[in-house]
């Protein structure tokens, strides 16, 4: 009878996680659709960026090299672990850095106390001039919601795998009992 | 204190065509280190899967990246790769590009999720 009542709660665990992976799954799917129109969408401001300033002054040539001054990211990413029924499963969450302005109080930090793993980043911007067209700053704030969309999907898909292994274990369970 | 506090966590890497890897670090996600490593990829035609391999196992192989984004196309080339990763962190996402659009039943993570319903895919 116990043995039996346990049986039926596996089943039941079993069926509550198959379904809760299949949301996620949906979940994932929806996401990296949006994410899609969102890298299009900055897509095209870059292409319009090119078409304004130049083919090769929107391009890879623009971006730092190993040779370049090391800097900072301005958008990291947050690890902790949540403990989902004995798997854990690392949580993403955004850590914003704001790009610092040279002011001189800044310049004098840089020169004196700052090694160079320690150096503030600037504005990516600037890496493609002074004056740069709207369309670029546009395609910027498409690539900013990219990159915090990147995170939720990251976290969906942690907890998906983790889902997958509890039902992997309850599966092997009710095999075993069989 | 501010400077300090700016070095705090961990970094989302690329790997991708010049339009991603360019959108993504205008999206402020680049950084260089200190030993003067990117934490980005442009892939070209130019670029062989030998180093796509090499850079995706460098990028797994780093503590400070907690996230790999790649282009699904990309992910395509070093497939055996992506599918042998199989630990949490860094945590590997398949983006699509403006050329390749996202096709889910390429995607290692739900290939492997559909997995658990279908016996024969375990």
Redesign the interface.
Known sequence: MVAEMSDIKDESRLDSV?LK?LE??QQ??EK??R??EL??A??IN?AKSRYIMGNRN???S??????????????????SYSNENGI???V?TL???Q??KKTKSVEA?VSE??????R??SD??HWFGVLVPQN?RV??E???K??DL??E??NL??H???L?IE??ALKFEKMKLT | M???????????AVIGD?????????????????N?????M?VDRNTSISEIEECFKRFVKRDDI??I?INQNVAEMVRHCIDSHTQ??P?V?E????DH??D?SK?S??R??????NPDD?
């Open positions: 198959g992976a996620l799954m994932v799917i990296k659709m994410l899609q890298i299009k900055g897509s870059l929107v391009s890879v623009q971006l730092p090299t190993e040779d370049s001054v090391p800097f900072w990211a301005l958008r990291k990413v947050e690890n854990k499963t690392p993403f850590l914003v850095n790009p610092l930090n106390g700052c090694t160079e793993d320690t503030p980043s990516p911007l670029m395609a910027q498409a690539f900013k990219a990159v990147s995170i999907i990251a898909q942690s998906l795998e983790a997958r039902f992997c | 501010a400077l300090h506090s700016a070095a705090k966590g961990k970094l989302i010049e339009d991603t890897c360019v959108g993504f670090l205008l999206g402020g996600v680049g950084e260089i280190n200190k003067r490593q990117p934490n980005f442009v907690d996230i984004l949490p962190v945590a996402l983006i699509p590009s403006k659009p996202y889910a995607d993570i739900l492997r999720a559909k997995g658990m319903f375990v």
